[in-house]
């Protein structure tokens, strides 16, 4: 429980006097922070993993005070889930940002793939982090798991999606578990490249994903002639 939760004075003070000027800058104030401690948060938990971590050597790492994130993210375990949703906002935002309805839906496919893998090269101890507590039963963060899979599964299945509108694919082929497998696959591969294998290229990686989705398209007979 944190001081604010027990009653007492908050460990920062809340902004006061002309406090409606400085509420308005306080979400981007926030938001800096949450970046700062995200990166500390990242290249930590991939040294020691999560549960190997104290609040202290993250706000250090950050260059914030232990105060600045208990009344900003409350426990450790809040501040956890809050970097996890951090960090799906920024691959979100990277795989939607290559979606076109004018462009073709297997290459708009290849694009966000690619995207992933930008995101696990630049960002592999969050990839650890969601591998290692993302399938862990029980997990401390499995609600938190379970919305933020969610959303990125809506989005592979979106793209999915496009990709049935455009061309004919495979019936037999569950969409579930075709975009499930692309969603896994862009961890796993990612990871696997950066840890074990950092000679294999993006585009390897990314032709290795994209056979899944090539192999759902239906391949058309050759005209008659």
């Known amino acids: ?22 509420k308005k800058l306080r979400p981007a104030r926030t938001n800096a922070t949450k970046q700062k401690l995200f990166d500390a948060s990242m290249e930590l938990i991939g040294e020691r993993g999560a549960a190997g971590v104290t609040v202290d050597e993250i706000a250090t790492a950050a260059g914030v005070s232990k105060g600045t994130v208990y009344y ?20 979100m935002a990277r795989l939607l940002s290559v979606r076109d309805d004018s462009a073709d839906p297997l290459a708009a496919m290849e694009e966000m793939i690619g995207q992933a ?56 082929v569950s969409r579930g578990s075709l975009e499930t497998a692309i969603f896994g696959a862009c961890f796993v591969v990612g990871l696997d490249r950066q840890t074990y294998n950092p000679e294999r290229t993006r585009e390897q990686s990314v032709a290795a994903i994209m056979a899944s989705m090539r192999g759902y398209v239906v391949k058309q ?5």
């Open 117 to 172: 893998m930008d995101f696990m090269a630049e960002y592999p101890s969050f990839a650890r982090l969601w591998v290692s507590e993302n399938w862990r039963t029980p997990s401390e963060w499995q609600d938190t798991f379970a919305e933020l899979r969610a959303r990125l599964l809506a989005v592979i299945g979106s793209a999915i999606d496009g990709v049935a509108t455009a061309y004919p694919v495979d019936p037999a």
């Open 221 to 225: 007979p050759p005209a008659q002639a």
């Open 72 to 91: 900003n993210f409350g426990s450790k375990s809040d501040l956890i889930a809050q970097l996890l949703r951090h960090g799906v906002d920024i691959l």
């Open 1 to 22: 429980m944190t001081t604010s939760q027990r009653g007492g004075s908050p460990a920062e003070p809340s902004p006061a006097g002309p406090g409606d000027a400085e």
